[in-house]
């Protein structure tokens, strides 16, 4: 029974940095591809991150401002988001395996 949980959310000015990570649970990561999402009140959920194996992929609007990486003894997928932006602000949900975890919210705000 696989269960996702993000953590590491929170208030930051723009500029500022953020480290989120998904914890699963009942489940290996191996070589299934995880991806970081994010949805914005109004706006359709967009996927942000992947990884499988060593392979990552970004979105465009990341800018190379944040990187995507695994632990794999450890279950979990990070993403450290630096040099923050208001138009980040969303909540960021992790997916494994078609399943989503109950997000974390990450404000930029002044």
């Known amino acids: 029974q696989l269960q996702l949980v993000e953590s590491g959310g929170g208030l930051v000015q723009p500029g500022g940095s953020l480290r989120l990570s998904c914890a699963a649970s009942?489940?290996?990561?191996?070589?299934?591809?995880i991806g970081w999402f994010r949805q914005a009140p109004g706006k359709q959920r967009e996927l942000v991150a992947t990884?499988?194996?060593?392979?990552?992929n970004y979105a465009d609007f990341v800018k190379g401002r944040f990187t995507i990486s695994k632990d794999n003894t450890r279950r979990t997928v990070s993403l450290q988001m630096n040099n923050l932006e208001p138009e980040d602000t969303a909540v960021y949900y992790c997916?494994?395996?078609?399943?989503w975890g109950p997000g974390t919210q990450v404000t930029v705000s002044p």
């Open positions: 009942g489940s290996t990561l191996d070589d299934y591809s």
């Open positions: 990884i499988r194996g060593r392979n990552t």
């Open positions: 997916n494994f395996q078609d399943r």
